[in-house]
């Protein structure tokens, strides 16, 4: 079946100019989360969504980055005044639930976000 | 989450088992392990998790020691597409534990 997709698959922009990442999670899946992997390093969370709300903002890096959630469904993360160190690959990951039995629980990843600020 | 060790990288010759060990000697009994692979440039790939008894599915099988201190994942007939970052991860059941934390993962590389 589908699984997660993002757009764009790639995006260069210049230093201080907004972006806007998308994901579609897997169909029925209620949590939704984004990460960033920098080149060489490990995943850095950013946000999770429990349908369109977002009990957990914790690890968005500044407040020029925001994330919103429509219809149970899509999510878009919006970058605003990019600086370079934004440059990082942006992934996407979705769950049926964000709680409960394992099963329930298991994130699976879209193909990410590859982002180059200049 | 507990933290686990695995080694930097292995070798595994294509067409043979690839045997991936992890350990997590500090995991608690409510805490799930979970595998993931990432292919270069690609988002990470979940493979299977279990709790304590040995789990199989079509892409690996995890095999639990019965301390739970260890795990081994196992790629049966490894193929040149399984060359990836392997990561062994424990996890807490229960709402608050949503965050992945991936450590530096194990290089596997098949050689044809």
């Known amino acids: 079946g589908a699984g997660v997709s993002q757009s764009p698959s790639n995006k260069v922009t210049e230093k201080g100019k907004d972006v806007e990442l998308r994901c579609d999670p897997i169909?029925?899946?209620?949590?939704l989360y984004w990460y960033r992997q920098s080149l060489g390093q490990g995943l850095e969370f950013l946000i999770y969504?429990?349908?369109?709300?977002?009990?957990?903002k914790s690890g968005l890096p500044s407040d020029r980055f925001s994330a919103e959630r429509t219809g149970g469904s899509v999510s878009t993360l919006t970058i605003q005044r990019t600086q370079q160190e934004d440059s990082a690959v942006y992934l996407c990951?979705?769950?049926?639930?964000?709680?409960?039995?394992?099963?329930?629980?298991?994130?699976?990843f879209g193909p990410g976000t590859r982002l180059l600020v200049l | 989450d507990a933290k686990t060790t695995q080694p930097p990288s292995m070798d595994c010759a294509e067409g043979r088992a690839a045997n991936l060990p992890c350990n997590h000697s500090?995991?608690?009994?409510?805490?799930?392990v979970y595998w993931y692979r990432q292919i270069h440039s690609q988002g990470p790939q979940y493979i299977i998790h279990?709790?304590?008894n040995n789990e199989t599915n079509e892409m690996a099988s995890l095999i639990i020691t019965e301390d739970r201190k260890s795990s081994t994942l196992i790629l049966p007939h490894a193929t040149l597409r399984d060359t990836a970052v392997y990561y062994c991860?424990?996890?807490?059941?229960?709402?608050?534990?949503?965050?992945?934390?991936f450590g530096k993962g194990t290089k596997l590389s098949v050689i044809p």
């Open positions: 990951a979705s769950s049926l639930s964000g709680f409960g039995d394992r099963s329930s629980k298991t994130q699976y």
């Open positions: 169909s029925g899946h209620t949590a």
């Open positions: 969504f429990q349908g369109n709300s977002a009990p957990d």
């Open positions: 500090t995991i608690s009994g409510n805490e799930y």
């Open positions: 279990g709790l304590k």
């Open positions: 991860i424990v996890r807490v059941r229960g709402a608050g534990s949503y965050q992945l934390t």
